[in-house]
């Protein structure tokens, strides 16, 4: 058994970031959404668009235990 002490600040954080996910998954699942559905409308000509896409589907991935 190991003992790590974490301030109340980052406990604090740490809570928020938690109270917060399934709200910052719902908003990254919307977004993924609606770059989908731009992105059949015209091709991404945008590496940084499509390498922030890839972040959000490894975020929502890693959130959804699929990684």
């Given at each position: 058994i190991s003992c790590v002490w974490?301030?109340?600040e980052?406990?604090?954080?740490n809570a928020r970031?938690?109270?917060?996910?399934?709200d910052l998954l719902a908003a990254c699942e919307l977004?993924?959404?609606e770059i989908?559905?731009?992105a059949q409308l015209q091709?991404?000509?945008s590496e940084a668009l499509i390498r922030a896409t890839d972040r959000i589907c490894a975020a929502i991935?890693?959130?959804k235990g699929e990684v």
């Open positions: 974490v301030s109340e980052e406990t604090q954080a970031l938690i109270a917060a996910a399934p977004a993924l959404g989908h559905a731009q091709e991404p000509d991935a890693k959130a």
